[in-house]
């Protein structure tokens, strides 16, 4: 058994490990969501929304992302929604490489212990950090990967960050598409052939 960092809520307390963030933030941003699930949503950090109130995608982006929920008959408690870096960066930047690892075995112990059906990256940053490969997201959403996170495999499906539909809402249906795609392929939408559910269940 590997040593826990995260409490029982898979909750990160403390963490001083990245200076700039440590001056940026206004609070660690844990995930929200089931211990359980079976979907989890991995962005790539807190925005200044987030940073406010403490809880993942509940700016513009959240909303995008609650709406492609609902469309997917998918409620946001149903799911876990969480990111690659805790704590919000300076000035909405990129995280670093660094920083991406210092809390990669924070998002690895947290995605170990969910062990969920699916993850699902949400842009480029999310996507090449537990890929570890360049991702062209656009053309790439909606593409399955078995991807190694810390010492645990997942299931991974690449997907637009949903602020991308905000820029050009040409990429608002691929978008919608994939997010119903995560709720088949984890097994939460009922009777689709992508899904867990066999001809056993009805
Ligand atoms: N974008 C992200 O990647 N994560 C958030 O929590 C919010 C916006």
């Known amino acids: 058994m590997t040593e826990q960092s995260l ?20 609070r660690i941003v844990n995930g929200v969501g089931p211990t359980d699930a079976d979907l989890v949503f ?15 995608f509940v700016g513009r982006s959240g909303t ?4 492609a929920l609902r469309d997917a008959d998918l409620a946001r408690s149903d799911v876990r929604i969480t990111n ?17 690892d210092n809390c990669r075995g924070y998002l690895a112990e947290e995605l170990a212990r969910v062990g969920p059906e699916l993850v699902v990256t ?4 999310p996507s090449e950090h537990l890929l570890d490969e360049s991702v062209a997201v656009t053309n790439r959403t909606g593409e399955v990967f078995d991807a190694r996170v810390g010492g645990t495999s997942h299931r991974l499906l690449v997907c637009l960050h949903p602020a991308a539909t905000l820029y050009d809402r040409s ?14 392929l ?17």
């Open 7 to 26: 409490d029982d809520d898979l909750h990160v307390n403390e963490c001083e490990r990245c200076p700039a963030l440590v001056d940026s933030r206004s």
């Open 42 to 56: 991995v962005g790539e950090g807190p925005g200044a929304t987030e940073d406010e109130r403490g809880e993942p």
């Open 64 to 67: 995008v992302l609650d709406d």
């Open 84 to 100: 690659c870096v805790k704590c919000r960066p300076p000035e909405n930047r990129d995280p670093t490489a660094a920083e991406l």
């Open 122 to 125: 949400l842009g480029k940053v």
């Open 171 to 184: 990429q608002a249906t691929a978008f919608e598409e994939t997010i119903r795609r995560a709720a088949s």
């Open 186 to 202: 984890a097994g939460l939408s009922e009777g689709d052939p992508d899904g867990q559910s066999s001809l056993g269940d009805y």
